[in-house]
């Protein structure tokens, strides 16, 4: 499983990545970025808005082993076994 980052300590708030992607960056009430989407990290903006951040503090990082197995809670719906980290 990916997750898709912001280091809030590098970034200076410049906008480039929220004006190339919207979908997963968007500015937090302290005026920086932050990753606001988890979905369709391969797409093409992702890499764009990372490859553009001028202080890199955008990074997708490897978090193997943290998914869970789908406990078919969610009944055919979008499973949500994985979203109790980003709720907490
Ligand atoms: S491009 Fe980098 S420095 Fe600029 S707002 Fe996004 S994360 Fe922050």
């Given at each position: 499983?990916?997750?898709?980052?912001?280091?809030?300590?590098?970034?200076i708030?410049?906008?480039?990545?929220?004006?190339?992607?919207?979908?997963?960056?968007?500015?937090?009430?302290?005026?920086?970025?932050?990753?606001?989407?988890?979905?369709?990290?391969?797409?093409?903006?992702?890499?764009?808005?990372?490859?553009?951040?001028?202080?890199?503090?955008?990074?997708?990082?490897?978090v193997?082993?943290?998914?869970?197995?789908?406990?078919?809670?969610?009944?055919?719906?979008?499973?949500?076994?994985?979203?109790?980290?980003?709720?907490?």
């Amino acid at each position: 499983m990916k997750k898709l980052n912001v280091n809030k300590e590098a970034c200076i708030g410049c906008g480039a990545c929220v004006a190339i992607d919207s979908e997963h960056f968007d500015f937090g009430d302290d005026g920086l970025s932050e990753a606001i989407s988890q979905e369709n990290l391969d797409s093409e903006n992702v890499a764009n808005a990372i490859s553009s951040c001028p202080t890199n503090a955008i990074s997708i990082a490897d978090v193997e082993g943290e998914e869970k197995e789908c406990c078919s809670c969610c009944e055919g719906k979008e499973c949500c076994c994985n979203d109790e980290e980003e709720a907490a």
